[in-house]
């Protein structure tokens, strides 16, 4: 039977960085405005979050709360993935609601490397990876993709250009694995056949496809002892396979997200980062249609928006982190069931066609000096 997977075309992800992103003081006035011009009504607006657990996400969540002038809901679970089944009470909390959706990564300005997160809390200000969880998936992925690259070998014999390839990565009917798009590296003959060269003890020695061999160039054959694969597995030679749980929104929803992306994750040169844009866009397209559904948002104004935090680490006297987020698509309901989406470009032009400025925002430290003020309230028990 033919290999249906090996022959599909898998998507690739991501989205541009450059000329898109803002920072975090500067998007949240611009979010707050453009509901503004969209007829939400000040005061009546329940905002809401989708974000990681982690502690980087709360300025973003401190930023929410000074301009929209209450705490956001929380609407999101480890990883930024959106917790649907919290719209019913999300729509129940406000009468115009808007829902930020947003997968993060640090990034690290003194080696300008991304995934990395310095926690000035721990005893020595050790740096982690960051988004924790994007890198706790990731590694499984990451040492299947290794394995490949050291056991597929290229070297020639008898003048003959030939492909090393381990036994286990040949076998086809593995549930979990890195699994080859064996034609794009090897030669068939003429009736369509793969036949070995020769048998080795744990591999198998064959010809070299054509479109491989002008792929990776001669001189990768060439070499007096076998040279590894390493770089030239290219996304395009292999796929993933793994039993992961099919429990909507549970702890494995963003291993469900990005297993079919993985192959240009770990060959991205900013995993994490790449990670996290895919993660951000499958969560988009996810959530859109459950808000388009739900009933209980039905009649109202609701603005949902997917993006991208980049977290940089606090550095000397900053408290939090200078977050970058950059938009990646939005959904507008009206009242009456009117809707649209806004992609990238289009969203990016909206959000800074706005003010900056936003006479409505709050002062926390003034809000807090209230509530320290206020009458005592006996609680009858
Ligand atoms: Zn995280």
Redesign the pocket.
């Given at each position: 039977m033919p290999d249906l997977a090996a022959n599909m075309v898998e998507p690739t992800g991501g989205f541009p960085l450059n000329n898109k992103m803002m920072r975090y003081n500067l998007f949240v006035p611009r979010l707050y405005n453009w509901c503004k011009s969209l007829g939400f009504e000040r005061g009546k607006i329940m905002p809401s979050r989708a974000?990681?657990?982690?502690e980087?996400?709360g300025f973003p969540i401190i930023m929410l709360a000074k301009h929209f002038g209450t705490f956001p809901f929380s609407h999101g679970i480890?990883?930024?993935i959106v917790a649907t089944d919290r719209h019913v009470p999300h729509a129940a909390h406000g009468q115009d609601l808007v829902l930020v959706q947003a997968?993060?990564v640090g990034y690290d300005p003194e080696t300008a490397t991304f995934g990395k997160y310095r926690r000035a809390q721990t005893t020595h200000g050790e740096y982690s990876s960051?988004?924790?969880?994007?890198q706790q998936v990731f590694a499984w992925y990451k040492r299947e993709y290794d394995f490949a690259q050291h056991n597929i070998l290229l070297h020639h014999i008898d003048g003959q250009k030939v492909v090393i390839v381990d036994n286990q990565l040949l076998r086809e009917d593995r549930d979990e694995g890195l699994l080859l798009r064996l034609d794009k590296i090897l030669a068939v003959d003429p009736a369509g056949q793969r036949i070995p060269l020769k048998m080795l003890s744990t591999a198998r020695v064959f010809a070299p496809a054509a479109s491989f061999v002008e792929q990776t160039g001669e001189a990768v054959f060439n070499g007096v002892t076998p040279m590894t694969i390493g770089a030239n597995l290219t996304e395009d030679m292999f796929y993933f396979q793994r039993n992961i749980p099919k429990v909507e929104e549970g702890v494995d929803q963003l291993e469900q997200n990005l297993i079919r992306f993985m192959p240009q994750i770990v060959t991205s040169a900013a995993p994490t980062l790449t990670a996290a844009q895919i993660n951000t866009q499958v969560e988009f397209d996810r959530t859109f249609r459950t808000i388009v559904k739900e009933r209980t948002y039905k009649g109202k104004k609701v603005l949902f928006i997917a993006g991208l935090h980049i977290d940089i680490s606090p550095q000397a006297g900053q408290l939090f982190p200078l977050t970058k987020y950059i938009p990646w698509a939005a959904y507008v309901q009206d009242r009456d069931g009117f809707y649209y989406t806004l992609e990238q470009d289009e969203l990016v032009q909206t959000l800074t066609q706005q003010s900056a400025d936003n006479p409505d925002q709050i002062d926390l430290e003034i809000a807090i000096e209230m509530m320290a003020q206020a009458d005592e309230v006996r609680i009858q028990a």
């Open positions: 974000f990681c657990a982690d980087s996400q480890v990883g930024g997968s993060h960051n988004c924790g969880r994007v």
